[in-house]
């Protein structure tokens, strides 16, 4: 089984919908748990981060937490075509030592 | 301010031969890691330096190493490259580095890449 596990994709939504990504984790020691927009031939730009269990919003976005069932989510509320990217998932039990998923691909269609 | 900054952007080797990148991580941060990212592995963390010192290291073999200078910029080698070495190699900075729940330190901040390719 992988550290951080994400579903691939491509997850399609129409324009002005909600994006909901996933990503669920092994190790229960985790503490920090972070999602990073990957455009293509890009560097990843950090979005959100998350410590505490339940939601944190930030605009558009609104991570949620929740360290019993080991889950961790990203909803992007009113998606634009400008979110088409891919998604990551990481997380980490203490230091700069992060763990990546690999990645949702989001499409937003107009 | 400016980011972080790493160089060469592309570079083409052939096997065997031995390559250096070069970090420069964004003013007043002094923690840089490196992670490979490759389409079947994703990122991958090699490791992470905080004042010059090593902290973490992860798995991958000994031709991969790196340093850091008292300025905080790093470099990262590899040597006798491999087919399988072509990826993305990126350099992230932050501030600092903490332990457990004070994640807002320790957000990094990574460069633009750099693209190996060993033919």
């Known amino acids: 089984q992988k550290e951080v596990e994400q579903n691939s994709g491509p997850l399609s939504v129409p324009e002005g919908a909600i994006a909901s990504l996933n990503c669920t984790y092994s190790?229960?020691?985790?503490?920090?748990f972070f999602w990073y927009r990957q455009y293509s031939g890009k560097s990843p730009e950090l979005i959100m981060f998350?410590?505490?269990?339940g939601d944190k919003e930030d605009g558009r976005f609104t991570a949620q937490l929740n360290k019993a069932s080991q889950y961790v989510s990203l909803l992007i509320r009113d998606s634009q075509p400008s979110d088409s990217a891919t998604y990551l998932c990481?997380?980490?039990?203490?230091?700069?030592?992060?763990?990546f998923g690999t990645g949702t691909q989001l499409k937003v269609e107009l | 301010k400016a980011g972080v900054t790493q160089t060469p952007r592309y570079l083409i080797k052939t096997r065997g031969q031995q390559v250096t990148l070069s970090c420069s991580p964004i003013?007043?941060?002094?923690?840089v890691s490196w992670y490979q990212q490759t389409p079947g592995q994703g990122l991958q963390f090699l490791f992470e330096?905080?004042?010059?010192?090593?902290?973490n290291k992860g798995n991958f073999p000994g031709r991969f190493s790196g340093r850091q200078f008292s300025n905080s910029r790093s470099e990262m080698n590899v040597s006798t490259l491999e087919l399988g070495d072509s990826a993305l190699y990126l350099c992230?900075?932050?501030?600092?580095?903490?332990?457990?729940?004070?994640?807002?330190?320790?957000?990094?901040?990574f460069g633009a890449g750099s693209r190996l390719t060993v033919l």
């Open positions: 990481a997380l980490t039990g203490g230091g700069n030592k992060l763990t």
């Open positions: 998350i410590y505490s269990n």
């Open positions: 190790d229960r020691g985790s503490q920090s």
């Open positions: 003013s007043g941060h002094r923690s």
């Open positions: 992230a900075s932050s501030f600092s580095v903490l332990a457990g729940g004070s994640p807002g330190a320790n957000v990094l901040t």
């Open positions: 330096y905080f004042s010059e010192t090593q902290r």
